[in-house]
C-alpha cells in the first residue's frame, strides 16, 4: 500500500467507526464535528545537520503535533519517528488515543505526534540533536498537565529521556512532562512491556472466555516483532500458547511445533532482523497473515490487514495490538465471516494505562513495584473489557461498535457538563 493510501486508509477506517457510533448515539451535527475537530495540529521544522556520505549535510526534517481533545484531561499520546508519517495519519491516531483513554476511564484526552525520519539512518547524537531540537519548538505546547508524550514506533526510552533533558532547560525539572522514561529517570516499572502484556491478558480472556479456546492447543501468530509484539509472544508462550509464527519488516518465520521467543530475541539482537533465523521455516509477512491458526495478533503498523487480504485469513480471534491494522472494509469482511476482534482501543490500551500509572507515580513522587503496576493494569482491561462486553451484547453489536460508543458517549458527556 503506498503512502498516500495509508493515510486514506487510517482516515477513512476511523471515521467509520466513528459515524457508526455517531449514528447509533444520535449525535447531532454540531456535536459530530465538534468531536471530530482537532483542538490544534502544528507542523514544524526542524534543521539539523547529519553526517552523510562522508561530508556534513543540512536536512530540515518535519515534525508534527496534533492535540486532537482534552475534555476529559490533559492531552496525552505517542511520538512516532517514521519516514512515512504525515499529518493526516497523526490526526487519526490523536483521536484515537482520545477514544482509548475515555475507553479504559483515565484521565487524558488524545494527541499524537513525530518526526518523519528513518531513526536508523542517523547517529545516536544525531537524533538527539533533532529530538531536543523538535522539544525547543514544542515547549510552549507540551507540559505536566497539558500534554504529555510517550514512545511509539521508532522511539524509545533514550528519546524520552532527552525530551525530560531539554523541556527541563527551560521549565524546571518536570518528570510526569513524557512517559516511557527510563526507570533511572521516573520510569514506571511494567511500562516497557505493558502494552504487549495487556494485549496478551486480553488475548487469553477472549480465547477462553469466549471462544473456549484451550491455551495449549492454540496456535498464536504476530505480525511485528517490535515492543508491542514481542512482549505479546512473550505473555502468550508464558501462558502456554504456541507462538507459530512472528515477523518483522523484513519477513516473518514459521514453525508448528512453536517458535522459542527468546531464541528469536537473542537472534534479532545479534542479526539485527528475523531474516534468516535458523530452525525456523521463513515466511513472507502475506503468507504469515494466512496461516491457520487460532489467534492472530497484528503488532506492526497500520492497514496491514486490508480487503485484499481479510478473506484468507483463518484466524478465529484478532487482538489488535497495533493501532488501526485493520482497514474498514477488512473489518467488515471479517466480521461476515464471524472472526472475534479485540479492536485496537481497548486491546492496546495497556500502554496508555501504565503511561497514566507513571505520571501518578512522578506526581506522588511514590515509585511502585512492578506486580503493583501489571496487576492494576489486568484489574483495569478486565474492567473495561466487561463494560465493552456487556454493551455488545445488549446492544447485539461487534466489540469495536460497542467500544466505541462506550468512549465517544464518555467524552461527549465531558464536553457536555464543561460548557461551551
Ligand atoms: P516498534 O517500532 O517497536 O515495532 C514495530 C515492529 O513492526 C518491528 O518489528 C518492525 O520491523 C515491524 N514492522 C514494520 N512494518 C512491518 C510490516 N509491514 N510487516 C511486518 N512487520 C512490520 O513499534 P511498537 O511500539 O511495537 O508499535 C507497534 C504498533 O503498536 C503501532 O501501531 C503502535 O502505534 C502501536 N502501539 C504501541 C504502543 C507502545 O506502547 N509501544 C502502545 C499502543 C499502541
Same mark, same amino acid.
Given at each position: 500500500m503506498?503512502k498516500?493510501?495509508?493515510q486514506?486508509?487510517c482516515?477513512?477506517t476511523? +471515521?467509520?467507526?466513528?459515524?457508526?457510533?455517531f449514528?447509533r448515539l444520535?449525535?447531532?451535527d454540531?456535536?459530530?464535528e465538534?468531536?471530530l475537530? +482537532?483542538?490544534?495540529?502544528i507542523?514544524v521544522s526542524?534543521?539539523?545537520?547529519? #553526517?552523510?556520505?562522508?561530508?556534513d549535510c543540512?536536512i530540515?526534517?518535519?515534525?508534527?503535533?496534533?492535540?486532537?481533545n482534552?475534555? /476529559?484531561?490533559?492531552?496525552k499520546?505517542?511520538? /512516532?519517528y #517514521?519516514p512515512?508519517?504525515? &499529518?493526516?495519519?497523526?490526526r487519526?491516531l490523536a483521536q484515537?488515543m482520545?477514544w482509548?483513554s475515555?475507553?479504559?476511564?483515565?484521565?487524558?484526552?488524545g494527541?499524537?505526534g513525530?518526526i518523519?525520519?528513518?531513526?536508523?539512518?542517523?547517529?545516536?547524537?544525531?537524533?538527539e540533536?533533532?529530538t531536543k531540537r523538535f522539544v525547543?519548538?514544542?515547549a510552549?505546547?507540551?507540559?505536566v #498537565?497539558?500534554?504529555?508524550?510517550?514512545?511509539d514506533v =521508532?522511539?524509545?526510552?533514550?528519546?524520552?529521556a532527552?525530551i525530560?533533558?531539554?523541556?527541563?532547560k527551560? !521549565?524546571?525539572? /518536570?518528570?510526569?512532562v513524557v512517559t516511557?522514561?527510563?526507570?533511572?529517570?521516573?520510569?514506571?516499572?511494567?511500562?516497557?512491556e505493558a502494552? =504487549?502484556?495487556?494485549?496478551? !491478558?486480553?488475548?487469553?480472556?477472549?480465547?477462553?472466555e469466549?471462544?473456549?479456546l484451550?491455551?495449549e492447543?492454540?496456535g498464536?501468530?504476530?505480525?511485528?516483532f517490535g515492543?508491542?509484539?514481542?512482549h505479546?509472544a &512473550? /505473555? $502468550?508462550?508464558? &501462558?502456554g500458547y504456541?507462538?507459530?509464527a512472528i515477523?518483522?519488516v523484513?519477513?516473518?518465520v514459521?514453525s508448528?511445533?512453536g517458535?522459542s521467543?527468546?531464541?528469536?530475541?537473542?537472534?534479532?539482537q545479534?542479526a539485527? !532482523?528475523?531474516l534468516?533465523m535458523?530452525g525456523?521455516?521463513?515466511?513472507?509477512n502475506?503468507?504469515?497473515l494466512m496461516?491457520p491458526c487460532? @489467534?492472530?495478533?497484528?503488532?506492526?503498523?497500520?492497514a496491514?490487514?486490508?480487503c485484499?487480504?481479510? +478473506?484468507?485469513i483463518?484466524?478465529?480471534?484478532?487482538?489488535?495490538?497495533?493501532? $488501526?491494522p @485493520?482497514?474498514?472494509?477488512a473489518?467488515s469482511?471479517?466480521?461476515?465471516r464471524? @472472526?472475534?476482534?479485540?479492536?485496537?482501543?481497548l486491546a492496546n490500551?495497556?500502554g496508555?494505562?501504565?503511561?497514566?500509572?507513571?505520571?501518578?507515580?512522578?506526581l506522588?513522587?511514590?515509585?511502585?513495584?512492578r506486580?503493583?503496576v501489571?496487576?492494576r493494569?489486568?484489574?483495569?482491561?478486565?474492567?473495561s473489557y466487561?463494560?465493552v462486553?456487556?454493551?455488545?451484547?445488549?446492544?447485539?453489536v461487534d466489540?469495536r461498535?460497542?467500544?466505541?460508543?462506550l468512549a465517544v458517549?464518555?467524552?461527549?458527556q465531558?464536553? #457536555?457538563l464543561?460548557?461551551f
Open positions: 503506498s498516500q493510501d495509508k486514506c486508509a482516515q477513512d476511523q +471515521s467509520s467507526f466513528l459515524e457508526r457510533a449514528e444520535h449525535l447531532e454540531a456535536e459530530q465538534m468531536l475537530t +482537532s483542538f490544534r495540529e507542523q526542524i534543521p539539523v545537520v547529519v #553526517h552523510k556520505n562522508n561530508k543540512l530540515t526534517y518535519k515534525g508534527y503535533r496534533v492535540q486532537h482534552h475534555a /476529559r484531561g490533559p492531552f499520546g505517542g511520538l /512516532r #517514521h512515512d508519517i504525515n &499529518m493526516g495519519e497523526m487519526a484515537l482520545t482509548k475515555a475507553l479504559v476511564e483515565i484521565p487524558f484526552g494527541a499524537k513525530g518523519a525520519v528513518d531513526p536508523e539512518s542517523l547517529s545516536s547524537s544525531e537524533l540533536a533533532l525547543q519548538k514544542m510552549p505546547l507540551i507540559g #498537565h497539558d500534554d504529555i508524550p510517550a514512545p =521508532g522511539t524509545n526510552p533514550q528519546v524520552m532527552w525530560l533533558d531539554e523541556y527541563s527551560t !521549565h524546571g525539572f /518536570r518528570m510526569p516511557g522514561k527510563p526507570l533511572e529517570l521516573g520510569g514506571s516499572e511494567g511500562r516497557l502494552t =504487549g502484556h495487556g494485549v496478551a !491478558h486480553l488475548a487469553n480472556k477472549a480465547a477462553v469466549e471462544l473456549e484451550d491455551p492447543q492454540s498464536v501468530v504476530i505480525q511485528g515492543n508491542v509484539g514481542f505479546a &512473550m /505473555r $502468550m508462550e508464558a &501462558m504456541r507462538v507459530i515477523s518483522d523484513t519477513g516473518g514459521f508448528e511445533q517458535i521467543i527468546a531464541s528469536a530475541q537473542r537472534y534479532i545479534n539485527g !532482523h528475523l534468516g535458523p525456523v521455516e521463513a515466511i513472507s502475506d503468507e504469515l496461516l487460532e @489467534i492472530l495478533i497484528p503488532a506492526a503498523l497500520e496491514t490487514i486490508t485484499d487480504n481479510a +478473506s484468507r483463518k484466524a478465529q480471534l484478532i487482538v489488535e495490538g497495533a493501532n $488501526m @485493520i482497514t474498514q472494509g473489518d469482511c471479517l466480521q461476515e464471524g @472472526i472475534l476482534i479485540i479492536p485496537d482501543l490500551a495497556g496508555v494505562l501504565t503511561s497514566y500509572y507513571e505520571w501518578v507515580q512522578n506522588q513522587q511514590f515509585p511502585w513495584d506486580e503493583t501489571l496487576t493494569l489486568e484489574n483495569r482491561l478486565g474492567r466487561r463494560d462486553r456487556k454493551r455488545a451484547t445488549e446492544k447485539d466489540f461498535t460497542a467500544a466505541y460508543e458517549s464518555r467524552v461527549n465531558a464536553i #457536555h464543561r460548557g
